[in-house]
């Protein structure tokens, strides 16, 4: 296994077109006025990022199965192992601002999802079973044992499938904002990218990342401003390759179907995460899951968006600080009485 190490020069930025396309897409989103009214209450300023000098994290790629994938990973032997996959319209480095903490605590890989991020990787990897199959590869690449794992939004129905499919040494589980049941309650960014043959091809053939990362930006925030290290790897991510990323909706229906029924048989602690004023994947769909997984709890972070890992960073690192530090134990216990 070789390592390749990344650069990530020149930054990319939104253009006017951009912004432009984006605006146009929010006045079809019925859920954008009323995310609009708690940015407002929560004092936002799109032009302020909230993090200016953001921690870079030290990417590299590696080739699974003839697939190259970007990676990283902060080596701390001695201490707990954390799995984190990556989000959709980001990357692994929308956890920059969470990862000098979660380092210092931790022995952490992140990846981003084949076909996604900086990923390489096409229509083959678009259903949940297709990443969940992908995590098995990746464990067994780097021969890591006993990991917890730490899965948002597309990542989440990933670590479902392979939790439910496979035998594993999984500790724990932090899943949340993300689709796993079916049927799903979802936002009008789901319903079109999900089930819409006009929106999967106008996004898929006319609308370009820039405008991708735009719109995933109004829905997903109401407190986080990203700043120009994180836009630009966005960008960069999916410049030229939405087509392929569209797939993924495409196939959400049947996607959905195939994690749906391993809900219940997933024994490991669980904890879910959701937040409260997520628009794209409502937070009905967390409490419907956390009623029947077996062994499972559901935080709801207040004043939050979808993209909870960075809306309420501060207290999502510490959630998830505790959650692998130990909280999980007691969900242990708990299902031993």
Not at 50 to 67: F, L, Q, R
Not at 177 to 206: R, V
Request: contains cysteine; proline residues 5%.
């Amino acid at each position: 296994m070789t390592a390749v190490k990344e650069n990530n020069l020149p930054l990319r930025k939104r253009s006017l077109l951009d912004r432009f396309y984006a605006s146009f897409l929010m006045t079809f989103t019925r859920e954008y006025d009323q995310l609009e009214q708690i940015r407002r209450k929560n004092n936002y300023n799109k032009n302020i990022p909230s993090v200016a000098e953001p921690t870079i994290i030290d990417t590299n790629y590696v080739e699974i199965k003839g697939v190259k994938i970007r990676y990283a990973h902060h080596h701390n032997p001695d201490k707990e192992t954390l799995i984190m996959l990556s989000p959709l319209p980001q990357s692994i480095i929308a956890y920059s601002p969470i990862w000098k903490k979660v380092t210092e605590q931790f022995n952490v890989y992140a990846y981003d999802l084949p076909g996604f991020g900086r990923s390489e990787g096409g229509k083959e990897f678009m259903t949940f079973k297709a990443q969940g199959e992908f995590l098995k590869d990746f464990i067994e690449t780097f021969e890591i044992s006993e990991p917890h794992i730490m899965a948002p939004d597309i990542g989440m129905p990933s670590a479902i499938y392979y939790t439910g499919t496979f035998e594993n040494d999984v500790k724990s589980l932090m899943i949340g904002d993300g689709p796993a049941i079916d049927p799903s309650t979802n936002g009008s960014i789901i319903e079109k990218l999900g089930f819409s043959n006009f929106w999967q091809f106008l996004i898929g053939n006319f609308v370009g990342a820039g405008a991708f990362v735009e719109v995933g930006n109004r829905v997903g925030y109401v407190n986080y401003v990203p700043n120009e290290y994180e836009i630009s790897d966005y960008i960069k991510s999916y410049d030229g390759r939405l087509k392929s990323s569209i797939e993924w909706f495409k196939r959400y229906p049947e996607s959905l179907a195939s994690v749906n029924p391993l809900l219940e048989k997933i024994e490991i602690p669980t904890l879910l995460f959701w937040g409260e004023n997520d628009q794209i994947l409502p937070v009905d769909n967390g409490e419907r899951i956390n009623e029947r997984m077996q062994n499972s709890t559901l935080q709801v972070i207040e004043n939050c968006g979808h993209f909870s890992y960075q809306d309420q960073h501060e207290k999502f690192s510490d959630l998830l600080n505790n959650w692998v530090g130990g909280d999980y134990k007691k969900m242990t216990r708990e299902s031993q009485i």
